[in-house]
């Protein structure tokens, strides 16, 4: 039975070719898109389910986050703009900083997953930012990597906040604050709309979103700025 239906979770890198194909391919069946939702006027058409995580919440927490400590000088790298948990997450980030006063904000797009090139454009400017927001750990472990090439100490010169809190990445020193999105609730979420699709497939048209609460995960990579921050890139 589970072969009429579909269920979708975007891995990272995902081209955006290959997101498309994969829900055109899909329009006729049953649809649940896990983690990222759908969206675009053609593929609108699909009226998939969705579970995921709120990612505006969890970029505006991040935001929230690094203005109480004092940062006013802040980064963000993002990734592909085809993505909407990285443009969700942008979003939210964007708008906690929005109408705060002395702020100076640089972004960089990272559409080839390249975190690191991004994070040492970054942060060998001269007015380099204080605090860099990654739109997933694999893009913070970049951040981290330029940073000691460049001299610089996670924790102390630069904070980094993460989002997705990957085992993969719990090696990292100081450990990376990062937001938890609550994977096994959404995958049970994803298959109970699944579930629920299969077994009342005359039910109601309009898409269902259960959307989850992220959290922000107290670490040791970020801190207050510097009262004296080094500009030297050793």
Not at 53 to 75: A, I, P, Q, Y
Request: hydrophobic content about 35%; aromatic content about 4%.
């Amino acid at each position: 039975a589970l072969r009429d239906a579909r269920s979708r979770c975007h891995t990272e890198g995902d081209s955006e070719e290959v997101c498309v194909d994969c829900r055109i391919l899909c329009m006729s069946r049953p649809i649940t898109s896990a983690h990222e939702s759908v969206w675009g006027s053609d593929l609108l058409k699909t009226r998939a389910d969705f579970s995921g995580t709120d990612d505006e919440l969890g970029g505006s927490l991040v935001g929230r986050h690094l203005l109480s400590l004092g940062h006013r000088r802040l980064g963000h790298i993002s990734g592909e703009p085809w993505i909407s948990t990285y443009l969700d997450r942008r979003r939210g980030f964007e708008s906690e900083l929005a109408g705060n006063p002395g702020i100076s904000y640089c972004l960089a797009d990272c559409r080839k997953g390249d975190a690191f090139a991004a994070a040492k454009g970054m942060l060998a400017r001269s007015d380099r930012p204080t605090a860099i927001f990654a739109a997933s750990d694999k893009m913070a472990a970049g951040v981290y990597a330029a940073a000691e090439e460049l001299g610089l100490a996670v924790g102390s010169h630069l904070s980094v906040v993460g989002f997705a809190d990957l085992l993969e990445f719990a090696h990292l020193r100081p450990r990376l604050r990062t937001v938890n999105q609550h994977p096994t609730t959404i995958g049970s979420n994803a298959a109970k709309l699944l579930l629920d699709r299969l077994q009342s497939p005359q039910g109601s048209s309009q898409p269902v979103e259960l959307c989850t609460a992220p959290q922000l995960v107290i670490r040791a990579s970020t801190a207050a700025p510097a009262q004296h921050p080094t500009n030297k890139i050793s």
